[in-house]
């Protein structure tokens, strides 16, 4: 058993806050509990939500089997957690998911053999200009004060990614913070930063609560030229995506950015049975997810299998096969 690296859990349902314990025992008859840590993000995200969302799923329909979700800066810090055994499912970005699989995650020295149970829903980049700052493209970020994401986080590295796009370096703002969403929102409402950036599903809490404060007004900044760099750079990691006119309290046109799709994964060394029934729950209690948090609403067998650029986990490819659902490429 591995003990928790994280000084503080967050429960779900009646779980108890515990190491993940991968191997699972017959699902019937089984007198130890298996328990799970799930690896989401910040609280003022999406990840933190599901994950909470899938916990309980998971402690309240997989017999002999409990489910924590806990606070993480994210993505590649998922991806460490994962390689380390602490924790049994992450949530990540694919860019940082491949990262891990390729063994190119600053700090591992290792490849990660991380593999996908599912393609969830989509993250949008958000960049989020604090109204009156003389911030209306990319580039006027320059000289300003601003929150580039959380470290270890896809926000950071996928932010940095675009303003590399325009040619733009952390040198060439007025302060860098390194923020999650709930912070940087803090820190706007505060005057302390200009404008923030964050990855994330729709619509993000913390910006929703940004938007509805009294005396602030925000604005989100286009930016899908960079995608097709990011693209030529990085690989087919990433897409425009639209986000809707009036997502956010403020926004009177819809704003194209970047994005990608998030995924589901875990550690090969995840017993097939196991993988195969968080698969199955995930897909046949989506209802459930989409009451905890509207971003669910896109979790479909058919995207499922789309945007995963790490191999998928035998126990999901099983549950697929009987769903008659088609991967393209070699699994």
């Not at 000084?7 to 991968?22: D, E, K, P, Q």
């Not at 604005?219 to 690989?235: C, E, N, P, R, T």
């Not at 195969?276 to 046949?284: A, D, G, M, V």
Request: with cysteine; hydrophobic share 45%.
């Amino acid at each position: 058993m591995i003990t928790s690296i994280f000084g503080r859990c967050f429960l779900i349902s009646t779980a108890i806050c515990v190491t993940a314990i991968v191997a699972l025992p017959r699902f019937s008859n089984a007198q130890v509990k298996t328990r799970l840590s799930i690896a989401t993000g910040g609280t003022g995200g999406v990840y933190y939500p599901l994950g909470g969302g899938l916990a309980a799923l998971i402690s309240k329909h997989l017999p002999g089997v409990e489910a924590t979700a806990e606070v993480t800066t994210a993505s590649v810090d998922n991806m460490k957690l994962l390689h380390a055994d602490k924790i049994a499912i992450a949530f990540t970005l694919p860019d940082s998911a491949w990262e891990a699989y390729q063994g190119q995650v600053k700090g591992l020295n290792e490849k990660v053999a991380v593999r996908s149970l599912a393609a969830l829903y989509s993250n949008y980049l958000h960049i989020v200009a604090l109204d009156g700052v003389g911030i209306k493209t990319i580039n006027d970020l320059k000289g300003k004060r601003v929150s580039t994401g959380a470290p270890g986080s896809g926000t950071e590295i996928r932010g940095l990614r675009v303003l590399e796009a325009y040619g733009i370096s952390p040198k060439d703002l007025k302060s860098q913070e390194r923020l999650g969403a709930a912070e940087s929102a803090g820190a706007m409402k505060d005057r302390r930063i200009d404008a923030f950036i964050w990855d994330g599903g729709l619509p993000t809490a913390a910006v929703l609560d940004l938007g509805a404060t009294p005396g602030i007004k925000i604005q989100l900044i286009s930016h899908a030229d960079s995608v097709a760099k990011m693209v030529s750079k990085y690989g087919p990691l990433y897409f425009i995506g639209i986000i809707p006119k009036g997502t956010y309290g403020g926004m009177e046109t819809e704003v194209a950015v970047a994005a990608a799709t998030n995924l589901l994964t875990v550690h090969e060394r995840m017993d097939e049975p196991l993988a195969y029934q968080i698969t199955k729950l995930l897909y046949e209690r989506t209802a459930d997810l989409v009451a905890v948090h509207q971003a669910a609403k896109e979790i479909t067998l058919k995207s499922g299998v789309v945007g995963s650029p790490i191999p998928f986990h035998p126990g999901a490819l099983r549950y697929y096969k009987e769903k008659n659902i088609k991967l393209l490429g070699a699994q």
